[in-house]
């Protein structure tokens, strides 16, 4: 008896969940609940400005987003950006597995990767490849001594946090 209640329970559940992922995955109403999540979860950082142009999620739970629009809050105003492309190489549950959730992501003038893991053992590392950016567009970083600067940069950035506390920065502009 116990058993055939069990596996009932799991069946539902397992039914369940294959049912909601596939109503997700091709759902209108996706990109939206994706777009409030988002805002949600970086509210702090973005002020709900974060616009969501595609959003997709495959077979082995990748996520593809397109065309990812915001701004960034700093301490001399807001930032805007635009993120043209956001795919992840593996799936979703990596971000609790030892290598952790890899993504990639493009810009007009950035591109680069991150890996993400959460829970005890949690890191952030982050590799971004500057193909040519101009100063006046960094100007908010420090405007006091990139005013009036101007050029183009190039370059790689490297940073990593973890549970450690060690924090790398690494700049070769």
Do not use: C
């Amino acid at each position: 008896m116990r058993r055939g209640v069990f596996f009932t329970l799991f069946l539902v559940t397992a039914i369940s969940l294959f049912s909601s992922f596939l109503i997700f995955r091709h759902s209108v109403w996706a990109r939206p609940l994706v777009e409030i999540a988002l805002n949600k979860t970086g509210k702090e950082f973005f002020q709900d400005s974060l616009r969501l142009g595609h959003f997709h999620i495959d077979r082995r739970l990748g996520i593809h987003l397109k065309d990812l629009r915001g701004n960034l809050r700093t301490e001399t105003g807001e930032v805007p950006f635009e993120i043209h492309s956001l795919d992840t190489e593996n799936s979703l549950a990596n971000i609790f597995q030892k290598k952790g959730l890899k993504l990639f992501f493009k810009a007009e003038e950035i591109s680069g990767e991150a890996r993400y893991r959460t829970g005890k053992g949690w890191f952030f590392d982050l590799k971004l490849d500057i193909h040519e950016l101009g100063l006046e567009e960094v100007k908010w970083i420090n405007p006091e001594n990139l005013s009036g600067a101007s050029g183009r940069m190039k370059g790689r950035i490297e940073f990593r946090a973890d549970a450690q506390n060690e924090i790398h920065l690494q700049a070769d502009l």
